[in-house]
């Protein structure tokens, strides 16, 4: 019997599947459950439509964040912060403040994309990864100044 899976089943498939199921299987559990509905050829349709949508979406959401990457990539933020005489910073430099500073250059990039390989704890320039998503990233530089 072929079936739809309305939900994740673990060991069957994902939700949006179309599976072909023992009898027993598809009426005694998926169908009993509402795991699962019967296959028709409007439903097949319309799952095969979803499919295609969501493909489009997520291709133009990835050549957005190709597009943002390219546009920030070698780009530098200043970031001022409270420091000593010696330059020793108080405290450290955090994503939150790299991302207000691209916030003023006019990209909008959330805090937890941006990814430094060590703290920020002294003034000067450090290099930044912002990994917008799965092999998408750009480099940044953040220049660290005293606070006036």
């Known amino acids: 019997m072929k079936v739809i899976l309305k939900a994740d089943v673990k060991g069957s498939g994902k ?18 459950k509402g795991l699962a509905d019967i296959a028709t050829a409007t ?30 990539n070698g780009k530098e933020v200043t970031v001022s912060i409270r420091a000593g005489e010696n330059g ?6 955090t994503t939150g403040q790299i991302a207000a500073a691209l916030e003023e250059l006019g990209y909008d990039i959330d805090k937890k994309k941006i990814v430094l390989k060590d703290a920020i704890k002294t003034l000067g320039a450090f290099d930044a990864e912002i990994r917008l998503m799965e092999g998408v990233s750009a480099k940044i530089v953040v220049n660290v100044i005293p606070l006036a």
């Open 15 to 32: 939700k949006g599947d179309i599976l072909e199921v023992s009898d027993g299987y598809a009426r005694n559990f998926l169908l009993k």
């Open 43 to 72: 439903g097949i349709n319309e799952i095969s439509q979803r499919k295609k949508a969501d493909a489009y979406h997520k291709a133009e959401n990835e050549k957005s964040l190709r597009e943002l990457a390219k546009q920030v």
């Open 88 to 93: 020793k910073v108080f405290g450290s430099v």
